[in-house]
């Protein structure tokens, strides 16, 4: 190739990369004034939306380059990881694929959480690995809380609360229609219990890292106020404040349920429900 066809090419690679940005990162929205300070921030996502992930990067490194220092809380990374988190970042502290690589699970694209990895170890801040494990939410389906938590953690956790009637079958209904209807109803209670330890342990990791404010980066259910992890928060309501990433022609997910909402385009996918094996899951929902 000449040296001029070279540059052509290289140009027209730029244009297409500026094009697809321009088209994938919006400009701040009004509500993005709320990243700051001691804000706890939950940012949702529909997991396989790449477009979601783009847009909630950009929110991120904007709030960050202003002055915002928060600590990212993470549902893909399970709480047992921590110190191999904490580890990864002694030996490389730049390195966010060798986070990931030892800390890291299966059953994630992380192509797309790595930018988010990579935002906290530019600027140095608090990376939290904030979930259950798949083995630790499958005994709490079968077992109960009390298979994982000791009775001190069930109570710092505030699992032994008792579960308002609108609250259980909030998520029960949830849990239904996220495995397409194919699970048998006696068993929904149970995969509950389970939603509800996710949200309280990824509430618990917000609450105890928020001093400069926290993020969560998990899904959407994870993060709507009705029933996810901001009814788990022992915090100020007034410094929590969640955005759902959802999807257009999405009319299931009560946008109540959020402070803000940012629609994008739905992801390329087959029908989830096409193949679904009716088997007992290991967690509850997103």
């Not at 939950?42 to 960050?64: C, F, S, T």
Request: aromatic share 6%; hydrophobic share 50%; glycine share 8%.
């Amino acid at each position: 190739m000449t040296s001029t066809r070279f540059a052509l090419a290289v140009a027209a690679a730029a244009v297409a990369f500026f094009l697809c940005a321009c088209a994938t990162v919006a400009p701040s929205a009004a509500w993005e004034g709320r990243l700051r300070g001691d804000a706890v921030v939950l940012l949702g996502e529909v997991h396989d939306n790449a477009v979601q992930h783009r847009l909630r990067l950009a929110v991120l490194q904007r709030a960050i380059a202003a002055g915002w220092r928060p600590a990212i809380v993470m549902e893909q990374f399970d709480r047992e990881r921590q110190p191999d988190i904490d580890r990864a970042r002694r030996e490389r502290p730049l390195d966010a694929s060798h986070v990931v690589d030892l800390a890291g699970g299966s059953g994630w694209n992380w192509d797309f959480y790595r930018p988010v990895v990579e935002l906290a170890l530019r600027y140095g801040l608090p990376l939290v690995a904030g979930d259950l494990s798949n083995a630790e939410t499958t005994k709490v389906v079968r077992g109960g809380v009390a298979a994982v938590f000791d009775a001190a953690a069930v109570a710092v956790l505030g699992l032994d609360r008792p579960i308002a009637a609108d609250w259980q079958a909030a998520q029960e209904r949830e849990i239904d229609a996220g495995h397409c209807h194919a699970l048998p109803a006696t068993i929904w209670p149970r995969m509950a219990r389970a939603q509800f330890a996710r949200d309280a342990v990824l509430a618990a990791a917000l609450s105890g890292r928020s001093d400069q404010g926290a993020v969560l980066i998990a899904g959407n259910g994870h993060v709507r106020r009705d029933i996810g992890v901001p009814r788990w928060l022992a915090l100020d309501p007034r410094r929590v404040f969640s955005v759902a990433f959802l999807e257009d022609g999405d009319a299931a997910t009560p946008v109540s349920a959020f402070d803000a909402v940012v629609r994008t385009a739905p992801a390329a996918r087959s029908d989830p429900c096409a193949a679904f094996e009716k088997r007992e899951p290991p967690r509850g929902g997103d």
